[in-house]
């Protein structure tokens, strides 16, 4: 990404072409010497506004660099490992051979200090996607960055695109996130000194000193630089360890193409929350002149901050400024649908999946079990499996599946593909999950703490081997 946010002119053009009604062109194939994308990975100090934070990043950089791709074509980077511990990158909403899937002591080792390691993987969906580090709580640093895949046959109409990456930041500022695990571990459920608003929260529970849109705090905020009545394309992506985000554009409407990588049927709302680890395309056609692009850190009264200008000489709104929008209209599960083409065929069988949590406040179960004893679902290659995800805790728990897109389901009608799906407290939702990557796939909440704190299962393919068996996290 360059700083301005565009992607690249290449997405530019072949979305300038769609939005005049010409075929779309296809993108050109990658190149034969397909570019490798060196990701070192290393402790380093970065800018968030005033501040300086000693944190550990890809490239010194908060996000990664940009990873762009066209589908069907093959990814290659190669991780070098300067940090102090072992580390892995995860391709987070691939459908990925699980070799390459990061995903340490379930498809492959970490890397030690010291040694690399080449990611090399089709990305078979357009989309939507990033990448991070699956190893402790190194996904609340800075080791994360966007992962775009190109349609060659971008139906979407739209003239440029911005790609919006949200996180919530303690790292440098406030300790370290293994600090902050800690601090969480040995407190009470009562300790508003830690938590953001105690389980009342339910969204995340720590205080963070920032919340920011591509490594950058309100008081410097990012601009994306437009043009009055440029169809633009979004693509957010929320990164952060602990916070939903609420979000919303001043002064417009947005209309809602994607989640998680695919399409869906258009949806027009104000706002939409987006849950850790899922992603949202929208577009919108912008006005004249600077607005916020506010993302509301959900029940921790705090917020992340854009600027969108259009207009050179426009008056930029503060960082507090009030966006009506985010009480408008939500966008809910409800609303999406996925394109015929991508629905999945009926269940032939349903199992339940309960999200719980113990009397300490500080461990998180799926059907009762923890990491080092995990849940472990089993499927047949080529079934389609139902998953009843109940929450009987008082969090939200943005639940993630390796390997896999689902379709979510409701009572009388199929609702959007995801491979990240936010489940309220004291709410079900069903998930249609189509066996077709074998492997030992990972299941768990994308709340990096819960994560932590025991919330990750398995989903593994035909019957439990002592092999999958004695694997641990
Ligand atoms: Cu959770």
């Known amino acids: 990404m360059d700083d301005t946010g565009n992607v690249s002119r290449r997405l530019f053009v072949t979305g300038l072409l769609a939005s005049l009604g010409s075929a779309p062109a296809p993108v050109s194939a990658a190149p034969a010497h397909a570019h490798t994308h060196v990701l070192r990975a290393r402790p380093t100090t970065i800018t968030l506004g005033k501040r300086k934070a000693a944190t550990w990043a890809y490239e010194d950089k908060v996000p990664g660099p940009l990873i762009q791709a066209t589908a069907g074509t093959t990814v290659r980077a190669r991780l070098v490992n300067g940090l102090p511990a072992d580390t892995t990158i995860h391709w987070h909403g691939i459908r990925i051979d699980p070799r390459m899937d990061g995903a340490p002591g379930y498809t492959q080792a970490p890397t030690r200090q010291g040694g690399t390691f080449d990611y090399v993987f089709t ?10 580090s699956h190893v402790g709580m190194q996904n609340d640093r800075g080791l994360y960055g966007a992962l ?16 919006v990456v949200l996180d919530d930041w303690l790292d440098g500022l406030a300790g370290t996130p293994d600090d902050a695990l800690r601090r969480l571990n040995a407190s009470t459920t009562h300790d508003d000194s830690i ?18 849109v591509n490594g950058r705090p309100p008081e410097t905020p990012m601009t994306f630089r437009s043009r009055p009545g440029k169809r633009v394309r979004f693509r957010v992506i929320n990164a952060a360890a602990d916070t939903a985000f609420r979000v919303a554009l001043g002064g417009h409407r947005m209309t809602v193409t994607h989640t998680d990588g695919f399409p869906c049927r258009p949806v027009t709302v104000d706002t939409f929350i987006i849950g850790m680890g899922e992603r949202y395309d929208f577009v919108v056609t912008l006005d004249a002149g600077a607005f916020p692009l506010v993302a509301a850190a959900e029940g921790k009264a705090a917020r992340a901050f854009a600027l969108v200008r259009t207009a050179r000489r426009a ?9 009506t929008q985010l009480d408008g209209r939500m966008l809910t599960y409800q609303d999406l649908d996925a394109r015929p083409a991508d629905h999945l065929p009926r269940p032939a069988k349903t199992t339940t999946v309960t999200l719980g949590m113990r009397p300490s406040g500080n461990e998180w179960t799926l059907n009762g079990r923890m990491t080092g004893d995990p849940m472990r679902l089993r499927v047949d290659r080529g079934e389609t499996v139902r998953i009843v995800l109940d929450n009987q805790s008082p969090m939200w728990h943005p639940m993630h599946l390796h390997g896999h897109t689902f379709q979510l389901r409701f009572a009388n009608r199929r ?26 796939w990972m299941f768990h909440c994308h709340n990096l703490y819960h ?7 398995t989903l593994g393919y035909g019957p439990a081997t002592r092999r999958a068996a004695t694997m641990r996290h």
């Open 451 to 457: 994560q932590e704190q025991g919330m990750m299962g």
């Open 415 to 440: 609702g959007p593909r995801k491979d990240t799906v936010n489940i309220k407290p004291r709410e079900r939702l069903n998930i249609d999950v189509l066996a077709d990557n074998p492997g030992e």
């Open 315 to 323: 008056v930029a709104p503060p960082s507090d400024a009030k966006v």
């Open 195 to 212: 938590r953001s608003t105690a389980l009342g929260g339910v969204a995340g529970e720590l205080r963070h000193p920032l919340y920011l």
């Open 123 to 132: 990305v078979p969906d357009p989309g939507t996607y990033f990448y991070h």
């Open 148 to 163: 775009i895949v190109a349609d060659p046959r971008e139906p979407l109409g739209y003239d440029e695109e911005f790609t």
